[in-house]
């Protein structure tokens, strides 16, 4: 098992920011190209996770990141509270009809996998259950891959406990980004840890199909560049141009 806790959430010293972000920009045009031959070619999905904590910076990546791929090509679903009409079907019911169909690419902002952290958090359901979910959640990734030739990407933003506080701080005393703040906010930081070792036990029970990539996300630029670089790397080897 992985631990989060010893797993770096900052860019290395040796990083070249400017570099880097020259880099990423390139990375936008390549991605697209790829996103045309995904398109023309209509041979695989591509669904992007992305998983974090509050204030992790899933909403800056699909911004940064994607910024670059046509619209018509991409689908963003953000993902909240289960609806009544979803709690009263199986937890990957309303996860289902989301995933994307052959030549597009889709992002979760938030995922599947909220349903194993937050039960655990809460205490809502037993370890029995849970690791039923870890199974399910194998399996229909492993669904998808087979039979939809789906490329999944499953991304968690390793953001450290004090960068999130600071994030979530700003949201108290920045008038722009005001509209993000919850009361609740805190209560998350202060649980840091307990997600922590949730997010251990998920990335450990679930890479079956498809790997999880750790993300350091406390500087942004960093995070956008390895996530680009790792998507258009692995396009590469399915997407013929």
């Known amino acids: 098992m992985r631990n989060l806790r010893k797993t770096d959430t900052e860019a290395p010293k040796r990083a070249d920011r400017e570099k880097l972000e020259t880099n990423t ?16 070619l209509k041979e695989h ?17 699909v911004r940064s990141v ?15 509270v289960p609806t009544e009409e979803e709690f009263s079907h199986d937890f ?10 052959k030549g597009m690419i889709h992002i979760f902002n938030r995922s599947h996998y909220e349903d194993v952290i937050v039960p655990q958090i809460n205490k809502s359901l ?23 030739n789906t490329i999944i990407f499953k991304f968690f933003l390793h953001i450290s406990q004090e960068k999130q506080k600071e994030k979530l701080e700003e949201r108290i005393y920045n008038p722009e980004k005001r509209w993000k703040h919850n009361p609740k906010d805190m209560e998350v930081n202060l649980k840091w ?26 500087n942004k630029w960093y995070r956008n560049y390895i996530i680009a670089n790792t998507i258009v790397k692995e396009l590469k080897k399915h997407i013929k141009l």
């Not at 999905?45 to 990546?61: C, H, P, R, Y």
């Not at 994607?66 to 909240?80: D, H, I, L, R």
């Not at 840890?193 to 406390?218: C, R, S």
């Open 66 to 80: 994607f910024s670059g791929v046509n619209p018509q090509g991409t689908f963003v679903k953000s993902w909240k």
């Open 126 to 148: 037993s370890s029995k259950r849970i690791n039923e979910r870890y199974e399910f959640i194998n399996f229909f990734e492993k669904l998808l891959k087979e039979e939809n």
């Open 193 to 218: 840890n307990e997600y922590i070792k949730v997010y251990e036990k998920i990335i450990d029970k679930t890479e079956e199909a498809f790997p999880w990539h750790l993300v350091p996300a406390d």
């Open 25 to 40: 920009a390139k990375l936008h045009e390549e991605m697209l190209k790829l996103q045309y031959g995904l398109y023309k």
């Open 45 to 61: 999905s591509v669904l992007i996770v992305l998983q974090g904590l509050d204030a992790a910076g899933k909403d800056s990546t």
């Open 92 to 101: 990957l019911w309303r996860i289902h009809e989301h995933v994307p169909p």
